[in-house]
């Protein structure tokens, strides 16, 4: 349900909100940011949406805001990303991002639940049987199970994509989650590409917001086959190879590095396909400048721009609350 007219706001003590029709609720956690923004005048909420998910009910908002411009912490660094499954990420800086703690047993449960529901009576339209309500509570389970899994991913995604567009002034990532194929299994893999999707979707914002950028590597381009040392394009490597070994150079490396060495390689070459020039400094990265002065303008989640221009992109966001039963 969408609200975009009528009085919507955060009470006071920020724990509550007041929606058309819907009236005063109670916030399962303060929204204390977002009405700290709006009392200081640099956000304005545009509408409400309330939806149902995994057992709980939500509060989106969508606010135009005003943001200040910001700086990489090293605006000329480069670094590559290549997402996977046994870990969130794997840097081309050799750090191993773990997965959020937690996130194995969830998937685990995730499993179990999906066996539980598989043996109960669900609804079967040639017999005309309607599913039982064991059925029913078993798929509610599954329902709750799956969010937790997602909303773990997520968090932990959030809180590596916020320290890449913080430190790096280029992000390198993937077109397709070609380290996520590695994983034939149908729900791990379901679950890497659903979060190599989210961790584009968030690169993508958040480096427009920090002043970096985000450079999408080709569809083609051989990330994984090629070897980060020398060049060498292998033509074939073992889906259940997980060391890359260079025939050529001798290099011996983790496969998920030497693809990320291989992505963050690439933005040398972006700068100069688009520039056709080097810089003074002949460091490509460092003349991707952010605008200064941005208006906001209200924009859907997740059709943001990729950075990949170097201009601010519009700045507009939306905030998640969960919701505790109605007042
Ligand atoms: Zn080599």
Redesign the pocket.
Known sequence: MRFTTGAIRVEPDRKHVVLPRLGRLRLHESARKLARRVEAGTARIMSATVRRDGGRWHVAFTVQIDRTDRRPAQPGSVVGVDVGIIHLAVLSTGELVPNPRHLHGAQRVLRRLGRGLSREAGPDRRAGARPSRRWHRARARLGRAHARVANLRRDGLHKLTTRLAREHGTIVVEDLNVSGMLANRRLARHIADAGFAELRRQLAYKAGWNGGRLIVADRWFPSSKT?S????VRTKLALAERTYT?A????VLDRDLNAARNLAALAGEAVDARSGRESPNGRGADRETPLAGQVAVKRQPGTAPAGQTGTVPPQGRTTNHILTRAH
């Open positions: 070897c040392g020398c060049g060498t260079c050529t150079c001798g290099l």
